[in-house]
């Protein structure tokens, strides 16, 4: 158990609001990273965080932004969302001192916009 | 362009036989490859990895292969029990990034364990 929660683990939103997914890890690791599942699709890497305030972008980050102010919080917003939003979101650590490769995953949060 | 794939969406195998997963890549950057194990509603676990500078690594019932001149590693549960059914994803991160700035799944395999 890697110790990592995800806040809310349900949602369902209307096309055009702000929404943000909360996931925290009570290890306190370096790196963070936000995920999208869909069918069809695997995994993809939406945004990741190296630190407090260090974050980057992944593979399909347009739509999203993120924060981290505090090490075992990491923040993934939807400015305004959207139907190809709809999707179920993973927050996943590793753990500092093992291999960065090795990630670890939250629960999710499944998220519908309507 | 999918750089991680996975041809089979899914697979049955009966009990206590053997399955195999198997997963190609396209991108020679990728050094580390790991398999997660996905039950619906809840997050992938992660379950065996191998580094490129390996062919084989194995724990218990499951051993990963990798052949690095034809860009294929494959997964293998034996001998395969009830609680095996799941999604299976392959994963590989690239030498410039060790990992910290993400990983590549692939699309999944959905194995089912017949009794």
């Known amino acids: ?114 | 362009d999918q750089q991680v794939k996975q041809n089979s969406p899914s697979l049955s195998v009966q009990e206590g036989r053997i399955s195999i997963l198997n997963c190609d890549y396209t991108n020679s950057m990728f050094d580390y490859f790991l398999w997660y194990k996905k039950y619906p509603a809840e997050g992938p676990t992660f379950l065996i990895s191998i580094s490129s500078i390996k062919d084989k690594n194995e724990d218990g019932r499951f051993t990963v292969f990798l052949n690095k001149s034809a860009k294929h590693l494959s997964l293998h549960i034996v001998p395969s029990q009830p609680g095996d059914s799941a999604v299976y994803f392959c994963a590989a991160s690239s030498y410039s990034g060790g990992g910290a700035d993400g990983l590549t799944f692939g699309k999944g395999t959905h194995l089912i364990i017949q009794p």
């Open chain 1, 1 to 114: 158990d890697a110790g990592i929660t995800q806040s809310p683990r349900h949602k369902v939103t209307e096309t055009g609001t702000p929404v943000t997914l909360r996931c925290h890890q009570t290890e306190n690791h370096r790196y963070m990273y936000w995920y999208r599942q869909d069918p069809g699709h695997g995994l993809r890497l939406i945004h990741y965080s190296y630190g407090v305030k260090d974050t980057d972008k992944g593979e399909v980050s347009d739509g999203y932004s993120v924060s981290r102010s505090k090490t075992e919080d990491f923040l993934l917003t939807l400015e305004s969302a959207t139907s190809s939003q709809t999707s179920v979101y993973f927050c996943a650590i590793s753990r500092d001192g093992g291999s960065y490769n090795e990630q670890f995953f939250g629960p999710g949060t499944r998220l519908t916009v309507l």
